[in-house]
C-alpha cells in the first residue's frame, strides 16, 4: 500500500497509463486495505486510489472525524492535485454517504464523472442506525455475524474484536450526525450497487437515489451479501469498469465537434 501526496489516500498497484481514476470510500469500522481486492481485479488503465480514515491503521495517532462532513472535506481536499484524469467515486456503506459529500465539494473543481454507492440508503433517509456506545460488545459482534465479512477466526480473536469495536463505534458517531436535506443534489449520474442477499438494504430503499442526482440514476445487482463489493471484486470489477468506461466514451463524443452541414454535403457529393 502507497501514499499518495496525502495521509488520506492510499493506492495499493500502479498504473503506468492511466485514464481514470476510482476514488472508494470504506464502510464504519473499515479501513483503506477493503478494496485492495478490487484495485487488483481493474483494468490495468483504471487506478483505485482509497481513503484512509483517520484513527486507524497507520493513521491510527489522528482523531477520529467528527461527522461526515469532516471526513468528506479531507478527501475533497486531498483530490485536489488529481483532476488530469477524470475521477469516478465510490463509497461502500457509510462511505457513500462520505462519496456523496465529497462530490458536492469537488463539483466547485470540475465535478466527478459519476458516483458509485454500495450496499446504502441514500443519504436523505434516515438510516435508522443504532447508538453502539449504547449497544453491548456481543450484540455489535452478533449483526457482524449477520452481515458477513468478516472471517469467524477474526470474531473469535479478543484483540481484534476489540479494534474493530473501537473503529465503528467511533464511525456510527459520525454516521448518526449526519443529516441531508431531500432535495440536496450533485450534477453526476449515480450508480447504486445492491447485492442480492444484503440483509440491511431493499432496491427500494435505494431507489432513493435518483431525488439526489440530476443525472439519473442506474442500478447494478451483484450476488452475494452486503460485503459483496470487496468480497467478489470480480463481478464488481466488471460492472464498475463498464460504467466508467460507458461514461468516457460519451464525455468524449460529446467533446468532438459538430460537423457544418456543408461539409458533409461536399463530402457525400465526393462519394456519389
Known sequence: MTLLHSPALRTFHSR???????????????AANAFAGLSAALPQDIELIAVQYPGRQE?????????IAALAGEAAHSLAGFADRPLFLLGH???????????????????????????????????EERDLDFSGDDEIVAELRRLGGVPEALLQDRDTVHEMLRLLRADHRALRRYRCPADTLITAPIT????????????EQIRGWARHTRAGL??????????????????????IARRIRGDL?????????????CHRDTHLMGEM
Open 249 to 261: 466514451a460519451r464525455v468524449a463524443a460529446a467533446a468532438l465537434p459538430a460537423t457544418p452541414a
Open 93 to 127: 456503506s457509510m462511505g457513500a454517504l462520505t462519496a456523496f459529500e465529497t462530490a458536492r465539494r469537488l463539483e466547485q473543481r470540475g465535478g466527478v464523472t459519476r458516483l458509485f454507492a454500495s450496499a446504502a440508503r441514500p443519504p436523505a433517509q434516515d438510516w
Open 59 to 67: 493513521r491510527r495517532a489522528d482523531p477520529f472525524a467528527e461527522d
Open 192 to 203: 447504486a450497487l445492491l447485492a442480492e442477499e444484503d440483509p440491511k438494504n431493499t432496491i
Open 218 to 239: 442506474a442500478i447494478d445487482g451483484l450476488a452475494g451479501g452486503h460485503f459483496s463489493l470487496t468480497g467478489r471484486s470480480t463481478e464488481a470489477a466488471l460492472r
Open 16 to 30: 503506468r497509463h492511466t485514464v481514470a481514476r476510482l476514488v472508494c470510500f470504506p464502510h464504519a469500522g473499515g
